[in-house]
């Protein structure tokens, strides 16, 4: 994103963020300056009284920003992003399964690793780890759970590389994309992976997948850049979430935003506080998923209980 179009972005949250704001902190203070001007009987000149309002418009935009920063709204224009844009589209619903936790982990390499002999070792693809636990809510045998992945740029479906295991026994699980011809390119990718053996109601699942989209990378500025995750689908609703998002750079400055109405250019500041801190792989499963990173990465934590809104944004700048 270049930094005209940033700074237009920025003069737009302000106006749709502070201009209330403002305006109740300049009635504020002219209505201070007026009774003092009275009260004291104070005269001022043409020229002391516009340096006094234009001092006092000043001061209530700075405040109104500066409350918005923390409390106010965001204005980003999603439709910029296909992936994010096309994920809130209400389209393989799961109305089965109750979603205990969920967890996304974003692994986002930007640079090029390579080794000695100058061989590529990781491409700039996506990748992201997705940890799935939950039970079966509905009154009938279910064998699997259909997902949604969407992508910046069109690709066909054997160009999406989906691994699944069964966190319980370790066993890899089967996957199957959705209705996808092999000799079209599509931005949306519905898969299902498949369950060990069908769950009868109320059965525990607890489900690990990582999905690679490759060169997608390509498409995405490191800087002033959105990941984003949609809880539209999970109809039986989620219980926790927790999204995080690894880069290969300390990131700057970081929002976490969140959309009541969806498809809008509003956004919420999340309520929940994150934490930036280095990424060091734990965990057989972080582990094994892991990508060879071209420097220190660093991971943005992120997550709530019982999420009030269907769908969440990172925002990040190098």
């Not at 949604?148 to 966190?167: F, G, N, T, W």
């Not at 079209?184 to 999905?211: A, H, R, W």
């Amino acid at each position: 994103m270049s930094k005209r179009k940033s700074l237009i972005d920025e003069l737009k949250a302000f106006f749709i963020a502070s201009w209330k704001k403002a305006l109740i902190v300049f009635f504020a203070l002219n209505a201070v300056l007026t009774f003092v001007t009275i009260f004291f009987k104070i005269n001022f000149s043409a020229l002391d009284f516009a340096l006094a309002i234009t001092f006092i418009a000043v001061s209530s935009a700075v405040l109104a920003r500066n409350e918005a920063a923390t409390k106010g709204t965001r204005y980003i224009d999603i439709s910029e992003r296909i992936g994010s844009s096309r994920s809130i589209n209400d389209v393989y619903p799961d109305k089965c399964h109750k979603f205990t936790h969920i967890t996304r982990q974003d692994l986002l390499d930007y640079r090029v690793s390579k080794q000695s002999n100058g061989q590529t070792t990781n491409g700039r693809h996506f990748v992201s780890i997705r940890f799935l636990e939950g039970y079966n809510a509905s009154k009938h045998t279910t064998d699997g759970i259909i997902y949604l992945e969407c992508s910046e740029y069109r690709a066909h479906y054997h160009q999406i590389k989906v691994v699944a295991h069964d966190m319980k026994t370790s066993r890899e699980l089967k996957v199957e994309f959705c209705g996808l011809e092999i000799n079209k390119k599509y931005t949306d990718f519905p898969f299902k992976i498949f369950f060990q053996k069908p769950l009868n109601p109320g059965e525990e699942f607890k489900i690990i997948f990582s999905i690679t989209l490759i060169n997608e990378l390509e498409v995405l500025t490191d800087n002033d850049e959105i990941m984003s995750i949609c809880l539209l689908r999970y109809k039986k609703g989620v219980e926790k979430l927790d999204f995080n998002v690894c880069l290969d750079f300390e990131p700057q400055t970081v929002n976490v935003l969140s959309q009541k109405k969806l498809g809008g250019k509003t956004f919420d500041f999340a309520e929940d506080d994150f934490i930036i801190e280095k990424y060091i792989p734990t965990g057989e499963w972080e582990k094994r998923f892991d990508i060879n990173w071209s420097s220190q990465p660093y991971i943005i934590r992120w997550g709530c209980d019982k999420p009030r809104r269907k769908f969440y944004v990172i925002n990040y700048r190098r």
